[in-house]
């Protein structure tokens, strides 16, 4: 079973940093594309960051996080990552770990973690 | 970057009834076009992709259609798990791979 576990999200003072990490299991970790979701209280879904499988790790940001985000994985650790710096209060939101799928789902968001919340306030 | 419209934000149904769903993408998307059901407290699911393919296990009474720009999500007589709310996006052109704002599926 697929299963995608995130952690790391919670309270932080504008201009902070948080590290989310996300666990995925019961699937070939490196063999699939990551991203990460995110949905602000109440409002629709905006994608955040995508990175590639492989050693070339390609990696896109959302323009919104662009230059305060960073996104990395481990392979080794089937493990995903979002460090996120210079926190605003535009940027709480439930964050959801995502892969994307294989032929089977077009290459769209097949599987999504529980989400973990980031709260920006002082 | 493709701007994603859907109507109505919020449509009222009696189970059993159909529904139509709209979205709009600010230019052509071809048919990379997908569909996400979102329940309260709940992670977004896929139901539809390349704008008319069901995803895994998705029931029969959901279905996609249209190109280009103009797509319709139709589920044939609601059920109520059916009440939720659907977001379509596209990934013809990205990053960003973007969603619309969300059609809210309610009991009448």
């Known amino acids: 079973e697929v299963q995608l576990v995130e952690s790391g999200g919670g309270l932080v003072q504008p201009g902070g940093s948080l590290r989310l990490s996300c666990e995925a299991s019961g699937f070939s970790f490196s063999r699939y594309k990551m991203n990460w979701v995110r949905q602000a209280p109440g409002k629709g879904l905006e994608w955040v960051s995508y990175i590639s499988p492989d050693s070339d790790r390609t990696i896109y940001y959302a323009d919104s996080v662009k230059g305060r985000f960073t996104i990395s994985r481990d392979n080794a650790k089937n493990s995903l990552y979002l460090q996120m710096n210079s926190l605003r209060a535009e940027d709480t939101a439930v964050y959801y770990c995502v892969r994307e799928g294989g032929y089977s789902s077009g290459y769209n968001f097949d599987y999504w973690g529980q989400g973990t919340l980031v709260t920006v306030s002082s | 970057e493709i701007v994603m419209t859907q109507s109505p934000a919020t449509l009222s149904v009696s189970p059993g009834e159909r529904a139509t769903l709209s979205c709009r993408a600010s230019?052509?998307?071809?048919?990379?076009l997908a569909w996400y059901q979102q329940k309260p407290g709940q992670a977004p699911r896929l139901l539809i992709y390349g704008a008319a393919t069901r995803a895994t296990d998705v029931p029969e009474r959901f279905s996609g259609s249209g190109s280009g720009t103009e797509f319709t999500l139709t589920i044939s007589s609601l059920q109520s798990e059916d009440f939720a709310v659907y977001y379509c996006q596209q990934y013809n052109d990205w990053p960003p791979k973007t969603f619309g704002p969300g059609t809210k599926v309610e009991i009448k």
């Open positions: 230019q052509s998307v071809s048919s990379d």
